[in-house]
């Protein structure tokens, strides 16, 4: 592969080339060589993106409330987006929480203990890395033991403590979030406002889930599985879930928050939508603002895959770190949080997971790359090479697809 500008973990390569081999990086040049496999025509190559946390298979799956279509067809078309979006490796966060008016059949714990299993059996059949990140709602007791049972079977990767009870965490604006479920379901807002209610009055009727969670805490520590906490608004939430061992703050709620994450030596992470778009759909706090800060260390797809690539060259220009900083948002810092010591960057030894993308006229992703194989591509590389094979243009003078 050559001519390509290389996002390294130090530096970026205005125009260099990569060889490989069995599927890893074997060299990187600081210069374009002859007769290279892969013409990249000045486009960016960059260590293709690690997905700690993405909710959309469940919506692939219910793709409206009470639709369903079989799973694997649902699956498939998941990882078919993510590798157009320049993701390899994928955590597919699943929900472990009763159905109810809000949440529906898609998050039922039957609905989502069938997805991980169909998961598992087309996991050589795919062309994303697919790993699992249990969201447990901790309000909600019966899915401890399937948590228990699914750790021990070795089906998990990444566990998040979540608490959506209105009033705190994600929905502190109880007047906001009534609002919106309102809308997302077509009632009225007194009825939503009924439900929100009964949401808040069943968390007050929980137990105590200390117990419950230390001992997923110590299940997780012991099988090496990442415990996250998720949506942190306090300080001494913060400091609860770093105690029971969580190494991962996600989404977190305020810069105070963020801070005490990062002084406790917690990674944070946010969402690429609400980096791109400069706010978060919850009222929360920015992503822009926590990178700014110093605060941010990863970005997740969320909802939207396809916010990663422009995050990425968006917050590029909000520090002196540019392209090699943001890049690590969504790779080196990712593999280092969850312990994915074969990739997350290009680096000779490294598996060659990587994203050929565009910047203008706007940026995309025009090639994936799988530990060496082109997983997505939209034929710009090859109308390239084609073009030069028969001295019709440059890959630079191609038109863009």
């Given at each position: 592969?050559?001519?390509?500008?290389?996002?390294?973990?130090d530096?970026?390569?205005?125009n260099?080339?990569?060889?490989?081999?069995?599927?890893?990086?074997?060299?990187?040049?600081?210069?374009?060589?002859?007769?290279?496999?892969?013409?990249?025509?000045?486009?960016?190559?960059l260590?293709?993106?690690?997905?700690?946390?993405?909710?959309?298979?469940?919506?692939?799956?219910?793709?409206?409330?009470?639709?369903?279509?079989?799973m694997?067809?649902?699956?498939?078309?998941?990882?078919?987006?993510?590798?157009?979006?320049?993701?390899?490796?994928?955590?597919?966060a699943?929900?472990?929480?009763?159905?109810?008016?809000?949440?529906?059949v898609?998050?039922?714990?039957?609905?989502?203990?069938?997805?991980?299993?169909?998961?598992?059996?087309?996991?050589?059949d795919?062309?994303?890395?697919?790993?699992?990140?249990?969201?447990?709602?901790?309000?909600?007791?019966?899915a401890?033991?399937?948590?228990?049972?699914?750790?021990?079977a070795?089906?998990?990767?990444?566990?998040?403590?979540?608490?959506?009870?209105?009033?705190?965490?994600?929905y502190?604006?109880?007047?906001?979030?009534?609002?919106?479920?309102?809308?997302?379901?077509?009632?009225?807002?007194?009825?939503?406002?009924e439900?929100?209610?009964k949401?808040?009055?069943?968390?007050?009727?929980?137990?105590?889930?200390?117990?419950?969670?230390?001992?997923?805490?110590a299940?997780?520590k012991?099988?090496?599985?990442?415990?996250?906490?998720?949506?942190?608004?306090?300080?001494?939430?913060?400091?609860?879930?770093?105690?029971?061992?969580?190494?991962?703050?996600?989404?977190?709620?305020?810069?105070?928050?963020?801070?005490?994450?990062?002084?406790?030596?917690?990674?944070?992470?946010?969402?690429?939508?609400?980096?791109?778009?400069?706010?978060?759909y919850?009222?929360?706090?920015?992503?822009?603002?926590?990178?700014?800060?110093?605060?941010?260390?990863?970005l997740?797809?969320?909802?939207?895959?396809?916010?990663?690539?422009?995050?990425?060259?968006?917050?590029?220009?909000?520090?002196?770190?540019?392209?090699?900083?943001?890049?690590?948002?969504?790779?080196?810092?990712?593999?280092?949080?969850?312990?994915?010591?074969?990739?997350?960057?290009?680096?000779?030894?490294?598996?060659?997971?990587?994203?050929?993308?565009?910047?203008?006229?706007?940026?995309?992703?025009?090639?994936?790359?799988?530990?060496?194989?082109m997983?997505?591509?939209?034929?710009?590389?090859?109308?390239?090479?084609k073009?030069?094979?028969?001295?019709?243009?440059?890959?630079e003078?191609?038109?863009?697809?």
């Amino acid at each position: 592969m050559s001519e390509f500008e290389i996002v390294l973990r130090d530096r970026v390569i205005p125009n260099g080339a990569v060889r490989i081999e069995d599927g890893r990086i074997a060299e990187i040049r600081d210069k374009p060589v002859e007769n290279a496999d892969l013409s990249g025509g000045g486009r960016l190559l960059l260590p293709s993106f690690i997905d700690m946390h993405g909710d959309m298979v469940e919506k692939e799956v219910e793709p409206r409330i009470g639709v369903h279509v079989p799973m694997r067809i649902g699956i498939a078309e998941l990882d078919k987006k993510l590798a157009s979006c320049g993701v390899t490796t994928a955590y597919a966060a699943l929900s472990f929480i009763g159905a109810s008016v809000t949440s529906g059949v898609l998050r039922s714990e039957d609905h989502t203990s069938a997805i991980i299993d169909t998961i598992a059996g087309m996991k050589d059949d795919l062309l994303v890395d697919h790993r699992i990140h249990a969201r447990f709602e901790v309000t909600f007791a019966p899915a401890i033991a399937m948590l228990q049972k699914l750790m021990d079977a070795g089906r998990l990767h990444l566990i998040s403590l979540m608490d959506h009870t209105p009033g705190q965490g994600q929905y502190r604006d109880v007047e906001l979030y009534i609002a919106r479920i309102a809308k997302e379901r077509g009632m009225s807002v007194a009825a939503a406002s009924e439900v929100v209610g009964k949401r808040m009055a069943g968390r007050e009727g929980q137990g105590d889930v200390l117990n419950a969670l230390q001992d997923i805490s110590a299940r997780a520590k012991a099988r090496g599985i990442v415990l996250a906490s998720h949506d942190d608004d306090t300080l001494e939430k913060v400091e609860l879930v770093h105690g029971l061992g969580a190494t991962l703050s996600e989404f977190p709620v305020t810069l105070e928050a963020a801070r005490e994450a990062r002084r406790l030596g917690m990674h944070t992470a946010m969402g690429a939508p609400n980096a791109l778009r400069g706010e978060s759909y919850s009222g929360n706090l920015s992503a822009r603002q926590a990178y700014e800060a110093g605060l941010l260390d990863m970005l997740a797809s969320d909802y939207h895959p396809a916010s990663i690539l422009p995050a990425i060259l968006g917050l590029s220009e909000l520090s002196d770190g540019g392209l090699v900083a943001a890049t690590a948002l969504t790779s080196a810092n990712p593999a280092t949080a969850l312990g994915l010591a074969d990739r997350g960057a290009i680096e000779p030894g490294l598996l060659a997971d990587l994203v050929v993308a565009d910047r203008q006229p706007v940026p995309r992703v025009r090639a994936t790359f799988r530990a060496g194989r082109m997983i997505y591509g939209d034929g710009t590389l090859e109308l390239a090479r084609k073009a030069e094979r028969v001295g019709l243009a440059t890959a630079e003078r191609l038109p863009a697809a």
